[in-house]
């Protein structure tokens, strides 16, 4: 996958290829029909200001878009109450595992996409066919979560 936008891609994934919920968010959205812009964050870091938008975009409190398992968070003392919303991002644009993922950003709106399936109420088009997740799960076209 690249790393560069396609001419026609009006989609990102802030994508991790390691992580399970990553690679199935990045194969619903191909089975879309779409091929979205592959941000692979881990090689292409976002800095704090990037970091700022898009936690704008996705609407969420800072805090929300830190990933503690396999991270320094702890190490870090990153759930104390002190740190500013401005200091935890400075810290996820120095230790880019920080962040969660996947996060996804459509012309509909942006979402951390935890679990997988939180992607198709952003995507523009509706699954082309069956999809079954690594795990064995079963996503059924057109079905949206919690419908």
């Known amino acids: 996958m690249p790393d560069t936008p396609s001419s026609q891609a009006n989609i990102t994934i802030y994508h991790n290829p390691k992580c399970g919920t990553s690679r199935n968010v ?17 090689k292409t870091p976002l800095n704090a200001e990037q970091l700022s938008a898009l936690v704008k975009k996705l609407g969420i409190p800072v805090r929300d878009l830190l990933r503690q398992k396999g991270t320094p968070y702890d190490e870090l003392g990153l759930g104390e109450a002190h740190w500013t919303d401005e200091q935890l991002i400075e810290q996820m644009a120095t230790h880019p595992i920080l962040m969660n993922r996947p996060v996804v950003v459509t012309p509909l709106g942006a979402k951390l996409c935890r679990p997988s399936e939180a992607v198709l109420e952003i995507l523009p088009n509706a699954q082309q066919g069956g999809f079954t997740k690594e795990d064995g799960e079963v996503v059924v076209p057109g079905k949206q979560p919690n419908a």
Request: hydrophobic letters at 40%; proline letters at 6%; glycine letters at 6%.
């Open 26 to 42: 990045l194969a619903m959205i191909q089975n879309s029909g779409e091929e979205p812009n592959v941000v692979e964050y881990l």
